[in-house]
């Protein structure tokens, strides 16, 4: 039903923000269906579901589909591990390894082409994270249930299923800190005490409930993306800057009263877990992958083939960076294909508007490289939240936020009324 919603509102909606909230709701809104069982393409049906809705959205707005040159270089540089893959494994065998590796990139690849073309202003990017808020609320619930039914909870130096509500830890907690860097932005660029309010207590329920995840994956991310955002707010110094760094202190207070308390709840397990040096054997598996790239240089072993060749310690681990993946399994082209990723972050950093823009792009570019370094392209939210890095880039400034947005409903409005034509032609 959510998705067949999503699918209405990009056919029919004449603004582009409800377009991007709509596909922003359903990336958002795959760890809860996969939590409860409520896939259909297990465990990708969030994935192919952005990318579907995706496809229909710029044939709809964007049929020129501008600066897609790099993002296409970047997806057929998979297509000889794709190749490989299905030597090894056969053709039905390898459809599992394939949309476990492949369909993140996709959708990757996708959202930079949608974003890329987007045109918009600060209020209209506001309405676009508020739209994956209620699918992490509803997250957020499920495992607040999960943990209060569950009675006693016993810690240990473990990422904890009881607390995470009965699903993987690491991508709740992934989930729940991209909803702490939302709220987070949304109440340090708020204008309504009622609702900096609302933000601020989500932020502070979406932290509690990522630390007793006990995985550190999720949290390392989320603390990176507000740093990172939390840097570039402190020096904007003039119209709302003072009252933009004074929430980022409160945040930051609040933050550690929350770390306090969960640290007494979990019996001061969760001090002890931060203090270990380990790295859940992802350090095995990047070195492991590293050493298949050193033998198989060209063209790597084929994507899903290397988990199939590791040691017998760690027989059957998925890769966990996604960096090292590219390597092992796509050899040279995977080589490239980081290149025209790193090609596509340079590019709009570099169009990137200093002020507001410029924290957006730093946040949700800083977490979805985070992720991708100790979670692969897991989860949904990656690939959206680099797309809302692109979209950043394209924001206007500070002072014309109201006027672009403006202009970008206007021209909307006349493509949906011509039944599809060219918006960037009509700005």
Request: proline share 3%.
């Amino acid at each position: 039903m959510t998705i067949v919603v999503a699918l209405v509102v990009v056919i029919r909606a004449r603004r582009l923000e409800w377009v991007a909230a709509a596909v922003g709701y359903v990336a958002a809104a795959e760890t809860l269906w996969r939590m409860t069982g409520g896939t259909i393409f297990w465990p990708a049906t969030g994935k192919f579901a952005l990318s579907g809705l995706l496809i229909v959205a710029m044939f709809r707005f964007f049929p020129g589909w501008r600066r897609f040159i790099v993002p296409a270089l970047y997806l057929a540089m998979f297509v000889p591990g794709v190749i490989l893959a299905i030597l090894h494994f056969g053709l039905w065998e390898s459809r599992g390894p394939l949309t476990f590796n492949v369909m993140g990139p996709v959708s990757l690849a996708l959202c930079v082409v949608f974003f890329a073309q987007a045109r918009m202003g600060v209020a209209t990017f506001r309405v676009m994270l508020w739209a994956v808020v209620p699918p992490i609320v509803a997250t957020a619930t499920n495992v607040l249930i999960g943990t209060v039914s569950a009675g006693s909870i016993r810690f240990t130096g473990e990422s904890n299923f009881v607390t995470s509500g009965g699903f993987q830890p690491t991508q709740v907690s992934a989930v729940l800190g991209f909803g702490v860097v939302v709220c987070f932005l949304l109440a340090v660029t708020e204008r309504d005490l009622r609702l900096l309010l609302v933000e601020i207590g989500l932020a502070l329920w979406f932290l509690g409930q990522a630390l007793l995840t006990f995985s550190r994956g999720g949290v390392l991310s989320m603390v990176v993306a507000v740093f990172l955002a939390a840097i570039v707010m402190s020096r904007r110094l003039r119209r709302a800057g003072r009252l933009a760094l004074l929430g980022i202190v409160v945040v930051a207070v609040a933050g550690g009263v929350i770390v306090l308390l969960v640290n007494a709840f979990s019996g001061g397990k969760l001090i002890a877990r931060y203090d270990e040096r380990t790295f859940s054997r992802r350090d095995s598996i990047v070195d492991h992958d590293l050493e298949l790239f050193r033998e198989h240089p060209v063209l790597g072993v084929g994507i899903g083939v290397a988990e199939t060749r590791r040691p017998p310690a760690i027989r059957g681990e998925p890769a966990h960076t996604e960096f090292s993946r590219l390597l092992a399994e796509q050899g040279l082209f995977g080589i490239v294909a980081l290149a025209a990723l790193v090609t596509i972050i340079a590019g709009a950093l570099f169009r990137t508007r200093r002020g507001l823009p410029c924290a957006f792009f730093a946040a949700f570019a800083g977490w979805s490289l985070t992720e991708m370094a100790h979670s692969a392209t897991r989860i949904a939210l990656i690939s959206y939240s680099l797309g809302l890095a692109i979209a950043a880039a394209g924001l206007a400034g500070d002072d014309e936020d109201e006027t672009a947005s403006e202009r970008d409903h206007a021209a909307l409005e006349v493509a949906a009324k011509a039944g599809g034509v060219n918006v960037t032609q009509n700005r």
